[in-house]
């Protein structure tokens, strides 16, 4: 007979709660499901079989064999950390367990790992890269690269983007971001001339391609359909090569969308709600990354550094 785990239950509300609830979308959802596996994995080998029995010590033993015996990066284990917050912090709140372990669990500064930014002058070069010798798509690839960073967006987020969603009259866009949560970002006069060039010259003849799948997406493939979240990463790592830079991802671009708003003077509250940041703490890393710029500034350049 199949012996049912002792987490079973506590773990399926759990996952109702965000699905039902919370809305989080499933990417998220099985991420936080597979994190709590590896925890329950942990705790039934030290013979745990209590969510009562489970203290800060045990979790903060859990963390550090995901870094030292699997070799987890930091995001991996920031993430991990940030599951059995909300884990424990639910199953608390609902009378499953007297007291929250998680609540004091802090993540070493080891752990930690501020984004990679380009560089205003290296974002320059990456939105030049596209151009005609180097793909008949290139006004797409274009107004892909502009549309990231003139907007802060998410790989998902870009290739979700319908022709609706763009409002040229107003210079908005409307995205629609994790939990189906929507958001209206500004986006500036090279973003719009960049979407303008590409429905202009090839987005008739893409859609035309396709299979009558599109749905309206505002960026498609050489075959007329919608942009996969793989593709997207391969069009930003072709048009960075173009451009003589390396290892440039999609993410990148939302990194330097929020430094140099930061860098320029704008407020956290504003560039929370441009990223569409539930946290505040989300958005303050990139104050980090500011701030590390700032002394590398005054290293270089005042005479007492």
Known sequence: MEVRSPFAQPVRSFLTYLRVEAGMARATQDAYGRDLADLERDLLADDITDLNAVTPRILAEHLRSL?????????????????????????????????????????????????????????????????????RLWQRDRALLELMYAAGLRASEVGALRVRDFNPTLG?????????????????????????????????????????????????SATGRPLERVAVWQIVGRCATWGGLHHVHPHMLRHSFATHLLSGGADLRVVQELLGHSDIATTQVYTHVDEKRLREVVRQHHPRA
């Not at 699997?70 to 007291?99: E, Y």
């Not at 003849?205 to 749905?215: E, P, S, V, Y």
């Open 67 to 135: 870094h030292r015996d699997r070799g987890l990066q930091p995001s991996s284990i920031a993430r991990h950390l940030a599951t059995l917050r909300v884990f424990f912090r639910f199953q608390h709140a609902n009378n499953v367990i007297d007291s929250d372990p998680a609540r004091l669990l802090e993540a070493p500064a080891k752990w930690r790992k501020l984004p990679g930014v380009l560089s205003p002058l290296q974002m320059k070069q990456l939105l030049a890269a596209p151009a005609p010798e180097h793909s």
């Open 172 to 220: 908005v866009l409307l995205v629609t971001g994790k939990g189906d949560k929507q958001r209206l970002v500004p986006v500036g006069t090279p973003a719009m001339n960049a979407v303008h060039e590409y429905l202009a010259s090839i987005y008739v003849a893409l859609t035309a391609r396709g299979d009558g799948r599109d749905q309206g997406r505002l960026l498609l």
